[in-house]
């Protein structure tokens, strides 16, 4: 398997930042709320999809109606 710096890379800074947190993933997600917050940039948020508007759309692909 071909070794790829950049991907290493990632995964190093990945495990370091986990491992601040002792890999709980629930300080992980706050902590990036809290910076995204403190950025002062804006966010978009989008409203959830309904599923049955996901099963209708992917049936209708389906059949081509």
């Known amino acids: 398997m071909i070794r790829d710096p950049i991907v290493e890379e990632v995964r190093k ?3 370091e930042y986990a491992k601040q947190f002792n890999f ?3 300080a992980m ?3 990036l709320e809290r ?3 403190e950025s002062g940039r804006e966010t978009v948020s ?3 999809k309904r599923r049955a508007a996901i099963v209708a759309s992917r049936d209708e692909a389906n059949t081509g109606t």
Do not use: M, Y
Request: hydrophobic share 25%; net charge negative; aromatic share 14%.
């Open 46 to 48: 989008f409203p959830p």
């Open 24 to 26: 709980d993933l629930d």
């Open 35 to 37: 910076r995204q917050r």
């Open 29 to 31: 997600f706050d902590d």
């Open 13 to 15: 800074a990945r495990e």
